[in-house]
């Protein structure tokens, strides 16, 4: 399975006020990609509306993502870091200043989306974020966890 992920798809430090302006952020990038549709972006913003923080993985970190048959065209995630944290109402994992919104073109592919954004949450993608600035070297980690998370 091949999973688009490039320096188009990558954005740091980005001045996003609220929650639902980050996920379409991060959804636009992938539209601008070609894997995902703008009607993915709305179906993001509801499912965050519907299940508020449940989007929120883990401390810091929110996973933006719909059903591939809500406009997934192809399998991808972009990444967004946040100058500012933000509040997705999760008690324990707020605030977030990471978000990766994923497109699987069809439900093994998602489902494989998931578990390479476990494995770079298990490696410690948001403390390496926290410290992390340099567009390269951040492509490069993520470079090393999609090579590990697919083998």
Same mark, same amino acid.
């Given at each position: 399975?091949?999973i688009?992920f490039n320096h188009s798809?990558?954005?740091?430090?980005?001045? @996003?006020?609220?929650?639902?302006? %980050?996920? /379409?952020?991060a959804g636009? @990038?992938?539209? +601008?990609?070609? *894997?995902?549709?703008e009607a993915?972006?709305n179906?993001?913003? +509801?499912?965050?509306?519907v =299940?508020? %923080? !449940?989007?929120?993985?883990d401390?810091g970190?929110?996973?933006?993502?719909? /059903?591939?048959?809500?406009?997934a065209l192809?399998t991808g995630f %972009?990444l967004v870091?946040? #100058? +500012? !944290? @933000?509040? =997705?109402?999760h008690?324990e #994992?707020?605030p977030?200043?990471?978000?990766?919104?994923?497109?699987? !073109?069809? !439900?093994?592919?998602?489902?494989?989306?998931i578990?390479l954004?476990?494995?770079? *949450?298990? %490696?410690g *993608?948001?403390k #390496?974020?926290e410290n992390?600035?340099?567009?390269?070297?951040v492509?490069n =980690?993520?470079q090393r966890?999609?090579?590990?998370?697919l083998c």
């Amino acid at each position: 399975m091949d999973i688009i992920f490039n320096h188009s798809l990558l954005a740091l430090n980005k001045d @996003l006020p609220t929650p639902e302006e %980050s996920i /379409r952020y991060a959804g636009q @990038l992938m539209v +601008n990609q070609g *894997i995902c549709s703008e009607a993915y972006i709305n179906e993001m913003c +509801n499912v965050y509306k519907v =299940f508020g %923080s !449940a989007i929120v993985l883990d401390y810091g970190i929110v996973m933006p993502h719909a /059903r591939p048959e809500k406009g997934a065209l192809k399998t991808g995630f %972009s990444l967004v870091t946040t #100058f +500012n !944290a @933000l509040n =997705f109402g999760h008690k324990e #994992f707020d605030p977030v200043k990471v978000i990766i919104a994923i497109a699987g !073109a069809d !439900a093994d592919s998602h489902i494989k989306m998931i578990q390479l954004i476990a494995t770079m *949450i298990e %490696s410690g *993608i948001v403390k #390496f974020l926290e410290n992390e600035n340099d567009h390269h070297i951040v492509m490069n =980690f993520i470079q090393r966890e999609m090579e590990k998370s697919l083998c």
